[in-house]
């Protein structure tokens, strides 16, 4: 945008939004011809480019409410149903190459038999036989040792070799598998995808489906100097859903349910979860979480033979089969997948910042669903149980990527963010029902979970 021109879904200015047609839900946005400029010139690590198409242009009949506005769904009195939000499903974040797929249970079974059966020889050994082997071991403990170090070198050795340079933030990465086995994935499992919902899937003709679109094509178009995001032939798909979610599969095919796009209050809260989808893809996240489930894996085997040879009975030793497959979900794949959805949000936020689009909104749509949570009376678990960092530290990670984000996007020439700061306005709608819910008649479990929110971010 040049000169002074306000468009109101840029700037979140708030009298703008007295010039659209609303009608008691969510508005009209009807935005004139503009033209998106943004200079050429590297700073902060990134490059801002012209779109050949205004954006704004695009999205000239999207259904949309004001910025910072509590949209009228998350009213206590007539809340509508909002599942947990989780982006890239956990068959998607991560893949297999279809080897490993069929000789994953293989393996776990031949290391069960194989420890059972060491467990067995060693019963049935006589005492006499018994002395004499422990007292070999003991002789020879220093071999055993240089072997097992030699295995330990090589295991280093394996894991230095394999590591790459992860694009953007430069993070080096464990790859074991090759990318073009994640190729052929992508395209099984687009196939698969289809089929679940073929049905369900909206024509191109459809609002909801031209709106994803002018805003995924505009974030595309801010960031092609990004190689992962110009080579790809990124293709669309609005599914009839209402859960809340999008994912992005690797091959560069979109998913995004319906139920996303009636969570979302505008199109910044909209631009930022979509490129919070194309980061996963661009860093490539599924390919390293395969890879590092892969690692464990193998090295779980390990334990797991030691586990059936150890235990006296097949009933210990089932019950420390679980209690292994335990820990390493909660101390390491869960913990990995939490900090690959940090890394998406704070890559998604500078993509976009790129945009031009108001960063302030990402932290706001984790603060509405935290509170559409406490509205229905859903149980909190706490963060080290699920594979996503909890709404609430989310929003205040994304708090302390804003101000970062707001250079990238000064940076590039955007227009002046001139209407009130999104989080204010949403912390000022919640202190208001809050206020309207006390002479209100709700049920117990609601009042406990509204008595203290935190409602607060860094300013």
Not at 273 to 298: Q, R
Not at 354 to 362: E, I, N, T
């Amino acid at each position: 945008l040049s000169g002074n021109t306000r468009i109101c879904f840029l700037t979140g200015s708030p009298d703008c939004y007295t010039n659209l047609l609303c009608k008691g839900q969510r508005c009209l946005l009807n935005a004139s011809n503009t033209k998106v400029h943004k200079n050429a010139h590297h700073s902060l690590g990134s490059f801002c480019f012209q779109s050949p198409q205004p954006f704004w242009e695009k999205t000239a009949s999207l259904q949309i409410s004001s910025v910072g506005q509590l949209p009228q769904r998350f009213s206590i009195w007539n809340i509508q149903s909002i599942r947990s939000f989780r982006t890239s499903p956990s068959f998607q974040a991560v893949p297999f190459p279809l080897f490993w797929i069929i000789v994953k249970p293989i393996q776990k079974l031949f290391a069960i038999l194989l420890g059972r059966s060491i467990r067995n020889w060693w019963k049935a050994l006589p005492p006499n036989k018994r002395e004499l082997f422990k007292e070999s071991a003991r002789k020879n403990k220093w071999k055993i040792l240089l072997g097992v170090g030699s295995l330990g070198v090589l295991f280093v050795v394996f894991y230095f070799t394999h590591l790459e340079e992860t694009p953007i933030t430069g993070r080096p990465r464990l790859l074991v598998f090759g990318k073009e086995h994640f190729r052929e994935l992508s395209e099984i499992e687009y196939v698969m995808r289809m089929e679940e919902f073929e049905s369900k899937i909206l024509p191109e003709t459809d609002a909801r489906h031209q709106v994803v679109e002018a805003v995924f094509g505009h974030l595309s178009e801010s960031n092609e100097d990004i190689p992962q995001i110009s080579a790809l032939k990124w293709v669309i798909h609005v599914v009839d859903e209402p859960g809340v979610n999008a994912f992005v599969l690797p091959n560069g095919q979109v998913f995004v349910f319906t139920g996303l796009l009636n969570a979302v209050s505008d199109l910044h809260q909209l631009s930022f979860i979509l490129a919070h989808e194309i980061a996963h893809a661009v860093l490539e996240h599924a390919v390293k979480k395969a890879s590092l489930v892969h690692l464990l894996d193998f090295l779980s085997l390990i334990f797991l033979t030691m586990i059936w040879a150890i235990c006296p009975r097949d009933s210990l030793a089932v019950f420390g089969q679980l209690i292994q497959s335990k820990l390493k979900e909660f101390m390491f794949d869960r913990p990995y997948s939490r900090t690959l959805e940090a890394e998406a949000d704070k890559v998604g936020l500078q993509f976009a910042a790129k945009a031009c689009m108001d960063v302030r909104a990402s932290s706001v749509f984790w603060q509405q669903m935290e509170f559409a949570e406490a509205i229905q009376g859903q149980p909190r678990l706490p963060e080290w149980l699920s594979t996503h960092p909890s709404h609430e530290n989310r929003a205040e990670h994304l708090d302390r990527l804003i101000p970062e984000a707001l250079k990238i996007r000064e940076s590039c020439n955007c227009p002046s963010l001139s209407g009130p700061d999104p989080r204010l306005v949403f912390r000022l709608n919640m202190q208001h029902l809050l206020e309207l819910s006390k002479g209100q008649e709700t049920p117990n479990s609601t009042k406990q979970d509204l008595s203290n929110p935190k409602l607060d971010f860094p300013h």
